[in-house]
């Protein structure tokens, strides 16, 4: 029992620790900053299910976020549907889109699979642009504010804290049994060698169709609850180039190889683009952005595995150093699995051969 | 029908030009540039901007921009570029992706936020193109296009340095061995595909308005033509800019010039789909197929 929540402990801290802070009564734009942060943090862990999961280098969930959002909104507002069923619609729709982008990867991989997803995103955003009718077109649409519990829609700020920690503990909950599942680790061999994965019985492409079905249901909920959070969305804000790179660029600053990588991505992107600006002001345009885009090259160059990679790299470091142990040879980088228990190894073993071996068994034992 | 096919070609020379820059970089490098297309608003905004200011002759102006990028992009290759090369596919992305975000905010700085455009009465006087009245500067843009598309098939087929520069594509460990500059190289690939790409934007500005959002566009459709011609291939890319310059201006004409960009990525993802090495790419890219 303690070891099946053992992983978990981590994420119970996280979701303490903000409402903790968030009963302490802090101001409207550090609440705003923190459900902002949290949205986006399950947004690029959505992303990293595929992304840095299992390989598959998606440039097209901006689509799949905005279908979350719009759909959710369309469905709400022209024709009625209760808001968690409309939620619920719209995920799936994800899914559908989001299986397509697994079709694109049986054929494709790299570059060519990076670029057409992207070529995905972009259609999504230029139909979202020009079906002003159901969309309102560039200008968007405005959501009204009819607070209540079952809309999702808050008065205060503070409320929407734990709607959006919500959605973060869903989704980083669901990695984490991911991670431990037969699953995640199918998932992890399809990353490291497609081929070699094959060769020992994996299906790759159920594996890699369910990685980014996941990934698409869960990055439209995300779309979903960002719509019903700022109450106006438009083409811009939800399926833009620039929305479609975001959980990619989070999850790489972040790391893609822990649960928490994409969270503390989402953390620093987040707080880097608001103090930047801050710090800067509007008084020349575009000073911002240049700051930005320079921050980008440099921690992409320096921080190739993320903020998570360095701490545990300082982490083997001090290790290294309080037990005196010479530092390991060059390895190549892949991520290490922890060796399954012989309890949990059980229930991966099918039960037929498990009889067969009680069988074996009781034929030595008459023998 | 057949205005909307000679001004598609005409849209499709230039369009061609920026398509090969970005080739030429992806098929020596292995380096998808996102900040490629950032080049070709900036050859459009300094040619805009020192034409408005001084009143000089456009292509004299364009010249100006055209060599003046030079040292610009070598910077750009050396401060930035080569420390992406053979590091990770996110790596490159991510990093191109910062530089065209910077150099966007270099614009907007030196610039401003607003959309610039110049009437040149030359340029936009009407010439006839085969019973078609077209403006001259799309004959030009196109006419310059076509000249350094094959000036540049000239330079890598005829010449030592170009042959280079195929060895190092082809096989750049090799290429080592026997003793070429690999560095020396791509840093004159890099400047001569940003060239282009400037260029571009120089043959674009007597008939395009800019401003410092404009690049993006370019670089989205110039990675299509360049997966549609196949992943480093110049005669590829070309072909591949004049048919999308012709689809675009079909689409434009009959759904709405909103359409046209959807038009070419739907495009665009049927190719991959269907064929994805591209219309003259080589069978055996076996980074483009799953288990190739």
Request: proline letters at 3%; charged letters at 10%.
């Amino acid at each position: 029992m303690m070891k099946t929540l053992k992983p978990f402990i981590p994420l119970a801290v996280i979701a303490l620790l903000v409402i903790g802070y968030t009963l302490t009564g802090p101001s409207r734009m550090t609440l705003d900053l923190m459900n902002t942060i949290l949205i986006f943090a399950a947004f690029a862990t959505a992303w990293n299910i595929a992304g840095g999961m299992t390989g598959l280098f998606s440039l097209g969930h901006g689509a799949l976020f905005a279908i979350g959002a719009f759909g959710t909104t369309i469905l709400r507002l022209n024709l009625g549907v209760p808001t968690f069923l409309a939620i619920l619609i719209s995920a799936l729709l994800a899914v559908l889109v989001a299986l397509f982008i697994g079709a694109i990867s049986l054929r494709l991989r790299g570059h060519y699979f990076g670029l057409a997803t992207l070529g995905l995103a972009v259609i999504m955003f230029i139909m979202l642009q020009n079906f002003p009718n159901l969309t309102g077109g560039d200008e968007g649409i405005t959501i009204p504010k009819e607070t209540g519990f079952w809309n999702l829609i808050f008065q205060t700020k503070e409320e929407y804290v734990y709607v959006t920690l919500g959605l973060y503990v869903i989704t980083a909950a669901i990695v984490i049994v991911l991670k431990h599942s037969k699953k995640g680790y199918q998932m992890l061999a399809v990353k490291e060698d497609e081929v070699s994965a094959r060769s020992i019985g994996i299906p790759a492409v159920r594996t890699k169709m369910f990685a980014v079905g996941l990934s698409g249901f869960l990055s439209a909920l995300a779309g979903a609850v960002f719509a019903q959070y700022t109450l106006y969305i438009t083409p811009a804000n939800v399926g833009s180039v620039a929305v479609t790179w975001e959980p990619a660029l989070m999850a790489i600053i972040g790391g893609m190889v822990g649960v928490f990588g994409p969270l503390v991505g989402a953390g620093l992107i987040t707080l880097l683009e608001h103090f930047v600006i801050e710090a800067v002001g509007s008084s020349i345009p575009g000073l911002s952005n240049f700051i930005y885009g320079g921050l980008l090259i440099v921690s992409i160059l320096l921080l190739p595995n993320g903020v998570v990679g360095i701490f545990r790299n300082a982490y083997d470091w001090v290790v290294r150093k309080i037990t005196k142990r010479p530092k390991q040879p060059d390895e190549i980088s892949t991520t290490s699995v922890d060796v399954v228990d012989a309890d949990e190894l059980a229930e991966h073993l099918e039960p037929r051969s498990v009889e067969t071996t009680e069988a074996s068994v009781q034929k030595e034992g008459q023998r | 029908m057949w205005d909307l096919l000679v001004l598609g070609i005409m849209a499709g020379g230039v369009l061609a030009l920026v398509a090969v820059g970005l080739t030429l970089i992806f098929g020596v490098m292995d380096v998808m540039n996102f900040a490629h297309g950032e080049f070709v608003m900036l050859g459009m905004m300094a040619t805009v901007v020192t034409v408005t200011a001084t009143g000089m002759n456009p292509y004299l102006a364009g010249l100006l921009v055209l060599l003046a990028s030079l040292p610009i992009s070598y910077l750009v290759y050396v401060g930035i570029i080569r420390q992406t090369l053979g590091k990770s596919l996110n790596v490159q992305i991510f990093t191109t992706l910062g530089l065209s975000i910077a150099l966007q905010a270099v614009a907007l700085m030196a610039f401003g936020s607003r959309t610039f455009a110049f009437s040149d009465p030359f340029a936009s006087s009407r010439v006839s193109v085969l019973g078609v009245q077209v403006e001259a500067g799309r004959v030009i843009a196109f006419g310059g296009g076509i000249l350094l598309v094959a000036g540049l098939w000239y330079f890598l087929y005829r010449t030592r340095a170009g042959k280079q520069i195929r060895a190092v594509s082809e096989d750049n460990y090799a290429a080592k061995v026997v003793g070429l500059r690999i560095n020396r190289t791509y840093a004159l690939v890099f400047m001569l595909g940003s060239a282009f790409a400037v260029a571009a934007g120089v043959l674009l500005a007597p008939f395009t308005a800019v401003s410092s959002t404009t690049g993006l566009n370019y670089v989205l459709t110039s990675f299509v033509i360049v997966v549609l011609g196949g992943l480093g291939s110049v005669g590829g890319a070309f072909i591949g800019g004049l048919v999308v310059g012709v689809i675009e201006t079909f689409v434009g004409y009959y759904f709405g010039t909103q359409w046209m960009q959807a038009s070419v990525f739907i495009l665009f993802v049927l190719v991959l789909a269907i064929r994805p090495q591209g219309l003259f790419g080589k069978k055996s890219l076996d980074s483009a197929m799953v288990g190739g």
